[in-house]
């Protein structure tokens, strides 16, 4: 176990580290880095990653199926955790947000590869490429609790620059394209940045995170995301028929702990952000045991 940590878990928390030390110490703003991550690093990082693919389509479509489990089914527990505590509406949506929404993009793709590789890195895009557009869309009607924000909702995608990379690497597989090497070749240097500059970024979301009360509330997301998450993904993967790679790397992407982005979509619709930020910080610390024992179990 302490091999896996030091050699997989604790370099991914060691960079996020540094960002999080640099950001106090020189009290950098996050929003420019965000954008830059959100908007060219991760789409650049999806697209080379697809274009790159070695999985054939039926392997890609039931992992992709295995996410869309298993985000669908963490937000339902709690949902239904919340409808059994009688929650109210925003309470509810917090602990929804924050049980749903994964860190697969910032610390789920780095884990992967260390984990896994190239290949585990594979999987762990066509997974967050899932999450991602669930976040956009039922994540949004969640956290607004409006039927008349469904047509907004399902539009939502349409402007997350991740969906229009992947479209765009199904195209050039698609059509058997040759990118020219001035297009090519700084996409993937560009590539290369995503995941130092998202643990990053990671550091520095972290840093602006401040403790809140609902400490029943954040025990029951911490319980859904870091534990009932890997089992989902276990289960769903073993129904769908994965083999053990791909299984492996499903059930280790579902166990990262809450997303700081969760936050915004929790401050934007006022659903209780200081239980959302709890969730994030405690996920995080409590993940560097859980993440390094599922290694262990897995590796």
């Not at 996020?16 to 703003?29: C, E, F, I, K, N």
């Not at 990082?45 to 697809?50: F, G, H, I, P, T």
């Not at 509330?217 to 870091?226: F, K, P």
């Not at 969760?262 to 209780?272: G, L, P, V």
């Amino acid at each position: 176990m302490l091999d896996v940590f030091g050699q997989v878990v604790a370099p991914v928390f060691v960079v996020a580290l540094v960002g999080l030390l640099v950001g106090a110490r020189y009290d950098l703003d996050v929003r420019p880095l965000v954008v830059l991550t959100f908007r060219v690093l991760m789409p650049a990082l999806v697209y080379q990653a697809l274009v790159d693919l070695s999985l054939d389509r039926g392997l890609v479509l039931r992992v992709g199926a295995v996410a869309l489990i298993v985000h669908l089914t963490t937000l339902a527990l709690a949902l239904g955790w919340g409808r059994v505590r009688r929650l109210d509406r925003r309470s509810a949506a917090a602990v929804g947000l924050a049980s749903m929404m994964a860190n697969s993009g910032n610390l789920g793709l780095p884990v992967a590869l260390l984990a896994f590789g190239d290949r585990g890195l594979e999987l762990a895009v066509v997974n967050m490429v899932v999450g991602a557009t669930l976040y956009a869309t039922v994540g949004t009607v969640v956290a607004s609790g409006s039927a008349g924000s469904v047509g907004a909702s399902l539009r939502a995608p349409l402007r997350t620059p991740m969906l229009w990379a992947l479209l765009a690497a199904l195209i050039v597989n698609w059509r058997g394209w040759v990118l020219p090497v001035v297009v090519a070749t700084p996409v993937r240097s560009i590539s290369t940045a995503a995941i130092p500059v998202a643990l990053m970024v990671l550091g520095l979301q972290l840093r602006g995170v401040r403790l809140g009360e609902g400490w029943s509330e954040v025990t029951a997301a911490g319980v859904i995301r870091l534990l009932l998450g890997p089992l989902i993904a276990w289960g769903a993967a073993g129904l769908l028929g994965l083999g053990p790679m791909a299984s492996d790397v499903l059930i280790v992407v579902s166990a990262m702990p809450t997303a700081v982005s969760a936050t915004i979509w929790a401050a934007e619709f006022d659903d209780r952000p200081e239980l959302v930020s709890t969730a994030v910080l405690g996920t995080s610390v409590a993940s560097l045991l859980s993440l390094t024992a599922l290694l262990a179990v897995l590796t």
